[in-house]
C-alpha cells in the first residue's frame, strides 16, 4: 500500500504532454471552420476590394476640381453617366466632370474622390453643384483597402473567427485546413459510483465527471465520447480501455483516487500491450494520483475521483492538452484571461506542490 | 434621393431592441446545457458531499488521540473494520481506535481526521502507531464543503459552464431550464452580389456577409438560417422577407446602402402587414444605413453591404442583441474583454456619430 510512485512535476507533466504529436489536418468548409485552429498559413490571392468603390451616394469627381467650394461659390460640374451597382463604370471622368454614384459603387476611370449627394444641387440641365471642397480619396474605399494581394488572411495555428470566414468567403476561398478534432473517451470509474439518474445509496456518488468532463471536451473544440461507468474490477476495466482506445484519440479516466484503484489502473494500463506508463503521478494539488500513458500516440489520462478536483485537473492540463492537438499552444493551467487579485484569507500549501484552487472574483 | 431619414444613436437602437422579448425558456438534458443561458434559479436539494470523505489513503481516526504523536513517541492505536468504497460503515471509530480508509471512502462515526498510510507503521497484530499530530478536519472533505443544501447552483441569467454542469449532475438533476436558441435568418441583398463560389465580373463582389454573419451567430449560440442573395427587386425582397419571418426570430439583412437599395428595403419591409419600422438608420459608422424594423415581436436589422462594416456593426449590435434574446444581458458593443491601448495615429471623427474602428493590438 506504500508502494513509491514515480511523481512527476506539473512542468514535467506538460513536456510529457507535449510528446504526443499534433492530429494531421483536414479541409473543411467555411461554415464548419468556425473555432477550429488553421492548418495552414493562407494569403490572399487578389485585392480586396479589386477596384476603389464609393462609401456614400454621390457624385465620383475629381478632387481637384473642388478645391475652393463652398455653399457661397459652389463648383460647378457636368453630370455624366450614373455608375450602376454590380458593374464596373464603362466610361471615365474628365476633368469638369461628375458621375452620379452609389455607395458601393465602383469609381470610374479618372475619379479620385466622391461627393456625398448632401452637399451638392442639381443646377438643372446636366450640371451640378459642389459645395464643399474634397481632398483626394475622400469617401473612397480604396483598392486593396480591406486586404492586399499577398497579404496574410490567417496563419497556421490562429483559430478561426467571424472575420477570417468573411475574408475567406470574400476572396471565394470557400474551404480551409484545420486540425481534425480530437475525439476524447470519457470513462468514470469507480464501485462507488452510480449513474446520475439514480438514487444514491449511503457511501455512494453520482457520475458528475461524466457530465462536467464531457462538457469541458466540447468546450476544448473536441467530441466526447462517454463510456459507462467502470467498477474497480481489472477485467472490465480492460475492456472498456481497449474499447476507449479504438474509438478516441485521447481517454480522460476519472477514479482510481485511492491507492488500490490506482494500483489496478496502472496495472491494467501498464498490461495493454504497446501501452507506455508516463507518469504515476503529479505534483500538484489537488490531483496527486493523475497517471499518464501512451499507446501507439493515443494518450490515457487519469484524473482524480472527487469531482471538484477532477474539472479542476482537466481544465489545468486537459484543456489546454486538447487545443494542443487541435492545433493550438500548449500552455499549463486554465486558458484565457489571466487576472491578479488579493486573497481574503492565506492559504498555506506545501513545499513541492502546486496548488490549484477555486476563487470566486468579486 | 436626399429623403431625411429618422436617424437614431446608438444607444437609442439598443433601447429599440431591448422593445422585444426575451424568447421563452426550455428543458434541455445537461449536455444540450453547455453555453445556454440558464432561465431558472437552481439551489441543491442535498449537501455534497453527503457526508464527510476522506481526501487521502491511511486511517480515519478521532484527532485527539494524535496529539503530540511524534516519530519518536507515536501514537498507538488499534485498528478497526476497513472503510469499504462505495458502502457507508456501520461502525463508529471509538476512543483509541483507527479505521483503514481509502480516498474518497466517507468517514466512519466519530473519526474527525485522517492520518495518511506515509505517517504511520503498522506495529504487528492490530496495532497501528501514528507519528504525525492531526488537528481536526485534517485530509476531510467535509459534509457539504461543495456545495450545501439550499445553496445557489446556477442563477436565472448566467451561463452554463462545466462546473455548473457537474454539480447539477453530482445532485441528480439532469435536465435545467435554459432560454431558447435565437433562429437567425442570414439574407444578402444588392444586384452586385454573387455567391462565393463565383467569378466576380467586374463590378460585382462575393457574398462574404453570408458566412461572416452566419459565423457569428453561430459564435453568439444563436442557430443561422442562410437564405439566396436577393437582387434589388421589391417583389424578390418582400418573398425571401416573408419566407425568413416565418422560419427565424430575427432577419439579418446585409445591403441596401446606397439610398435606392435601402429606400427599397424601407419600402419593402414597411409594406409588410404588421411591420413597423423603428429606425432607419444609426448615428454610427459604419454603419448609417442600418435599419430595424418589427413585425409580430421579430426583429429585422439592416446591416451595410460593405462586408468589414457590417461585421463589425453585427459585433456590436447583432451579437449582444442575440445574447439578450437567449437570456443574456444586452449591453451595447462587443462582448468580452474591454482593454485600454494607445492609438499609434489619430482617428478624426465626426461630431455626432459613434465610431467603431477595427484595431490589431500588439
Chains 1, 2 share one sequence.
Do not use: C, W
Amino acid at each position: 500500500m506504500t508502494e513509491f510512485l514515480r511523481v512527476v512535476t506539473a512542468d514535467q507533466f506538460v513536456e510529457l504532454l507535449r510528446r504526443f504529436p499534433r492530429h494531421p489536418s483536414e479541409m473543411v468548409g467555411l461554415d464548419a471552420s468556425l473555432n477550429r485552429i488553421s492548418a495552414a498559413d493562407v494569403t490572399s490571392p487578389e485585392d480586396l476590394p479589386p477596384s476603389a468603390r464609393s462609401t456614400v451616394d454621390g457624385y465620383a469627381v475629381r478632387a481637384e476640381d473642388t478645391f475652393g467650394a463652398s455653399e457661397s461659390i459652389p463648383a460647378l460640374l457636368e453630370v455624366t453617366d450614373s455608375v450602376e451597382m454590380g458593374k464596373m463604370p464603362q466610361f471615365s471622368v474628365r476633368p469638369g466632370e461628375a458621375a452620379p454614384i452609389p455607395t458601393g459603387g465602383f469609381l470610374p476611370a479618372g475619379a479620385d474622390a466622391v461627393v456625398m449627394v448632401e452637399y451638392t444641387n442639381r443646377a438643372g440641365g446636366t450640371a451640378v453643384e459642389v459645395t464643399r471642397p474634397l481632398t483626394v480619396r475622400s469617401n473612397v474605399l480604396e483598392q486593396a483597402e480591406d486586404v492586399k494581394a499577398g497579404e496574410s488572411v490567417i496563419q497556421r495555428g490562429r483559430v478561426v473567427r467571424p472575420q477570417e470566414i468573411g475574408i475567406l468567403a470574400a476572396l471565394g476561398i470557400t474551404h480551409i485546413r484545420v486540425y481534425r478534432r480530437t475525439r476524447v473517451a470519457v470513462v468514470s470509474t469507480g464501485d462507488e459510483i452510480i449513474p446520475i439518474e439514480g438514487k444514491p445509496a449511503p457511501g455512494q456518488i453520482r457520475d458528475a465527471n461524466a457530465y462536467s468532463i464531457s462538457a469541458l471536451v466540447r468546450a476544448s473544440g473536441a467530441e466526447p465520447i462517454r463510456f459507462d461507468i467502470v467498477p474497480d474490477q481489472p477485467e472490465m476495466l480492460r475492456e472498456t480501455l481497449s474499447a476507449a482506445l479504438d474509438q478516441a484519440d485521447v481517454v480522460a479516466l476519472s477514479g482510481g483516487s485511492s491507492v488500490g484503484a490506482r494500483d489496478l489502473m496502472v496495472d491494467v494500463v501498464g498490461a495493454l500491450p504497446d501501452a507506455e506508463i508516463l507518469a504515476h503521478g503529479v505534483a500538484i494539488r489537488p490531483g496527486k494520483p493523475t497517471l499518464l500513458a501512451s499507446r501507439n500516440e493515443k494518450a490515457i489520462l487519469g484524473l482524480p475521483g472527487h469531482p471538484v478536483s477532477a474539472l479542476l485537473i482537466a481544465q489545468a492540463f486537459l484543456n489546454p492538452f486538447l487545443r494542443y492537438l487541435q492545433g493550438g499552444i500548449l500552455e499549463k493551467g486554465p486558458l484565457g484571461e489571466r487576472l491578479k487579485a488579493v486573497l481574503p484569507t492565506s492559504i498555506h500549501s506545501v513545499t513541492g506542490l502546486e496548488e490549484y484552487v477555486r476563487v470566486r472574483l468579486e
